[in-house]
């Protein structure tokens, strides 16, 4: 779920699917998930929090900058927003 959903906020579905892309797409770079818990609540803070952790064996900075630029905990912000119009 995306951090508005956990925060109990307002949100665009729309947007919230862009980040939920970013979640697939940092498991399809990486192999693993982003966040992991064994419980809901500390899963949800964690996702709140938007701390991500990249895996050493990468590469190439191209994969890192393009998960970054896509995965923003504000989607409303920057390029991202030109895209969501």
């Not at 701390?51 to 191209?62: A, C, Q, S, W, Y």
């Amino acid at each position: 779920m995306a951090p508005e959903v956990f925060r109990k906020e307002h949100y665009r579905g729309d947007r919230a699917d862009i980040w939920s892309l970013g979640i697939c797409l940092y498991i399809m770079i990486f192999g693993t998930v982003p966040f992991a818990s064994k419980n809901i609540k500390e899963l949800g803070e964690l996702i709140k929090a938007g701390k991500l952790e990249f895996p050493d064996t990468l590469g190439k900075n191209d994969k890192k900058q393009l998960y970054n630029h896509q995965q923003e905990i504000n989607p409303v912000s920057g390029e991202v927003k030109e895209l969501i119009k």
